[in-house]
T-cell receptor, first 113, second 115 residues
Framework: AQSVAQPEDQVNVAEGNPLTVKCTYSVSGNPYLFWYVQYPNRGLQFLLKYITGDNLVKGSYGFEAEFNKSQTSFHLKKPSALVSDSALYFCAVRDRGYSTLTFGKGTMLLVSP | DGGITQSPKYLFRKEGQNVTLSCEQNLNHDAMYWYRQDPGQGLRLIYYSQIVNDFQKGDIAEGYSVSREKKESFPLTVTSAQKNPTAFYLC??????????????FGDGTRLSIL
């Protein structure tokens, strides 16, 4: 079975500060990992993915994520948060034996001016 | 501009009524998906299709039906058997070229409510 957990319902950060949104996963094999962002009343937008190789993945809008196999984590990071980063963030995983993604419950990121 | 179009944006269902949500894509993607989004529950997979004329049940298929007669289209019917249909419904598609590690592209959703 494949599963993903986002332990924080909400993350608050001040503009200009670094941000981290946490994600941990469980798979039986090697994972494909994804981060998506959702703005109100919109669909999800792809930010970045980890397939294999370098543990630090760079994505859209200055976001990056670090794959840590020993901790089964794939935390989303950004060095300097913007108010416009405020949105709902989803982590997703696919075990290489599966054909579909499993999404986390989402983390609301609120960036204050 | 390529993308996924979902319609209508808002839909209201009466008791005992079936309703159909439209999803069209012009990305030439083979795979299409339907998700249901409820507050605090993330996205749950209803049905998916990796090729025309074939589809599989996801985690919460009961009370829903789909068809995939054309590559571009993957309509979802919410039947009267779905007793709690109020939710935000998202359609997605992805290419299968290069394997199943390709990102999914999402439409802007249909919000379904009960009258």
């Amino acid at each position: 079975a494949q599963s993903v957990a986002q332990p924080e319902d909400q993350v608050n950060v001040a503009e200009g500060n670094p941000l981290t949104v946490k994600c941990t996963y469980s798979v039986s094999g090697n994972p494909y990992l994804f981060w998506y962002v959702q703005y109100p009343n919109r669909g999800l937008q792809f930010l970045l993915k980890y397939i294999t190789g370098d543990n630090l993945v760079k994505g859209s809008y200055g976001f990056e994520a670090e794959f840590n196999k020993s901790q089964t984590s794939f935390h989303l990071k950004k060095p300097s948060a913007l108010v416009s980063d405020s949105a709902l963030y989803f982590c997703a995983v696919r075990d290489r034996g599966y054909s579909t993604l499993t999404f986390g419950k989402g983390t609301m990121l609120l960036v204050s001016p | 501009d390529g993308g996924i179009t979902q319609s209508p944006k808002y839909l209201f269902r009466k008791e005992g009524q079936n309703v159909t949500l439209s999803c069209e894509q012009n990305l030439n993607h083979d795979a299409m998906y339907w998700y249901r989004q409820d507050p605090g529950q993330g996205l749950r997979l209803i049905y998916y299709s990796q090729i025309v004329n074939d589809f599989q049940k996801g985690d919460i298929a009961e009370g829903y039906s789909v068809s995939r007669e054309k590559k571009e289209s993957f309509p979802l019917t919410v039947t009267s058997a779905q007793k709690n249909p109020t939710a935000f419904y998202l359609c997605a598609s992805s290419t299968t070229q290069g394997g199943l590690n390709q990102p999914q592209h999402f439409g802007d959703g249909t919000r379904l409510s009960i009258l």
